[in-house]
């Protein structure tokens, strides 16, 4: 296999780019499927699962990936676009073994899998030869809760080292000891959208480890981008406690459409356990029908008093954490400027302060001309408003001219496209017939008293 290393340590594919053979990136590494043998012989890599748009898992054949570099793999020749359905025989090394608690065959120890390595044959097939675990526990986190693994092998707590496949047992059992750690490190860099679709597609056991592993932050985030019925699953298993401080982290209106969906008494739990400043926009929120313009809306959008600079609101709209759409322009409010009680002045695009030199007041440039948002403005009217006058935001005000909040594009099409239309993308499939080459390497080369795949199509 021209450009391939000996032995590849898999936690470290997982996201780099997959290209066909003229160059074109085609998707990115999800994970690496095995087929586990009977008694110690190792593992058979069949092929690797690779995300490609919109959001489709789907499967690579090893035999036919010719390059695999630090930062690329490049395959020859045409990938099956098919949906990826993981068989009963096969396991996912990312999302199934890493963190699983195994044992060394010679003492008994337990010990912690940290990564799993594969090395090429002579007769092109690969297998999962090393293993990489670690001794001891790693940091504990927040609260004590599980702390997060930068990279593979970088946590305290153990001595890490690498033993043959043959030096531990355990990986059989279904129901043996694993966190989340190591399989949330090797996507530390994925987009929460893309690590929601990895989320949605795990076991429910799976996805709750996952869930308790993520810190606050990144699990709202994670939330956000995943259909209703998984946020109120995952929201359902953690603690109370926890549950408030993630719904704290998420977006005000996420939270609100969120909590909406639960019971009448589990919902004044949450928002009682919440932070009073947390909880309140997302109270006021409630209080609105989700399909108009007071449902919509964030709670939190960029606003400066007209006293402002130029320099001032640039500041404002720089910062990375904020939503690209929610950066597109700056409200201008007399103080308190804080929603609901600043009196709305009017509008800054951000393509007007880029023109303008910094010193100049935001007073002297604000759009007044076009009448705002009103809360009870339905859906279908926001959505022809921002159309109209091509806008990616819009302010949300009262009757009494005070600033409630501003309604994003993004949260507009979330409203307008069906309602399970996350779920649709993430279990999307293209019906296509199957690929010889795919089941001849997942079904068709089993030795002998190993267990065969079902049928490719009735998937599991």
């Not at 526990?137 to 080292?161: I, S, V």
């Not at 939330?223 to 298993?237: F, S």
């Not at 322009?329 to 509008?347: D, E, I, K, S």
């Not at 010193?359 to 009870?376: F, W």
Request: net charge negative.
């Amino acid at each position: 296999m021209t450009g391939t290393p000996t032995r590849v340590f898999v936690a470290r594919l997982a996201g780099i780019a997959v290209f066909d053979p003229s160059g074109d990136q085609v998707g990115r590494v999800r994970d690496v499927v095995v087929a586990l043998r009977l008694g110690s012989r190792p593992p058979r890599v069949l092929g690797l699962v690779v995300e490609v748009s919109p959001r489709r898992p789907v499967f690579l054949p090893i035999t036919r990936v010719t390059v695999i570099e630090a930062d690329a793999i490049v395959f020859d020749g045409r990938l099956n676009v098919r949906r990826f359905h993981q068989r009963e025989s096969e396991t996912l090394i990312l999302a199934e073994m890493l963190d699983r608690t195994v044992e060394l065959t010679e003492t008994g120890e337990a010990v912690g899998v940290v990564d799993v390595a594969m090395e090429p044959t002579r007769t092109r097939d690969w297998l999962v030869s090393k293993v990489a675990v670690r001794r001891g526990r790693g940091r504990a986190g927040r609260n004590g809760r599980p702390g997060r693994m930068r990279g593979p092998g970088l946590r305290r707590g153990g001595e890490t080292f690498v033993v043959d496949w043959d030096a531990v047992h355990g990986f059989s059992s279904v129901e043996h000891g694993q966190g989340a750690a190591g399989l949330l490190a090797a996507f530390e860099k994925m987009r929460p959208a893309d690590l929601a679709g990895i989320v949605h597609e795990l076991p429910e056991k799976r996805r709750g480890e996952v869930a308790a592993a993520l810190d606050d932050e990144r699990l709202a985030d994670v939330l956000e981008e995943l259909p209703q019925d998984d946020q109120i699953e995952i929201l359902g298993r953690l603690e109370a406690d926890r549950a408030a401080d993630v719904l704290e982290a998420m977006e005000a209106d996420d939270a609100a459409d969120l909590l909406g969906e639960l019971p009448t008494e589990q919902r004044e739990r949450l928002l009682t356990l919440m932070e009073p400043q947390d909880a309140a926009p997302v109270r006021r929120l409630l209080t609105y029908a989700e399909n108009t313009a007071g449902g919509l809306m964030t709670t939190d959008p960029v606003i400066v008093p007209p006293d402002a600079t130029v320099a001032d609101a640039l500041a404002h709209i720089r910062n990375p954490d904020l939503n690209p759409a929610l950066a597109a322009q700056v409200y201008v409010c007399r103080p308190p400027t804080a929603t609901p009680t600043g009196r709305y002045l009017g509008t800054v695009h951000f393509q007007r302060l880029l023109r303008e030199p910094p010193p100049t007041l935001v007073a002297g440039i604000v759009d007044s001309d076009l009448d705002p948002l009103r809360p009870t403005m339905p859906l279908q009217d926001v959505a022809i408003y921002l159309a109209t006058y091509n806008l990616v935001a819009g302010a949300v005000v009262d009757d009494n001219g005070h600033l409630l909040g501003g309604v994003t594009i993004d949260d507009v099409l979330d409203h307008l496209l069906p309602g399970d239309w996350r779920e649709a993308v993430m279990d999307a499939s293209a019906e296509l017939t199957g690929d010889p080459e795919e089941e001849a390497l997942r079904g068709g080369r089993a030795g002998p008293g190993e267990p065969r795949p079902t049928d490719r199509g009735t998937p599991p």
